[in-house]
């Protein structure tokens, strides 16, 4: 429970009014989009996921 606390509060997106996020500008170039590195952790045995863009 305390895992999910932590993710809750801390890690997830914040969210604005209604639920909405900033759009992230669209990647439209295909050399751009092959190169991305993006890594995904689980997190309370798999239920939950974290997603980040490797530098």
Do not use: C, K, S, W
Not at 12 to 17: D, I, K, S, Y
Not at 28 to 39: N, T
């Amino acid at each position: 429970m305390r895992e999910f606390e932590a993710f809750y509060n801390e890690h997830r997106p914040h969210q604005g009014l209604a639920n909405a996020r900033p759009l992230p500008a669209a990647i439209e170039d295909p050399d751009r989009i092959a190169h991305l590195d993006i890594r995904r952790r689980a997190r309370l045995g798999g239920t939950l996921h974290e997603y980040q863009h490797v530098a």
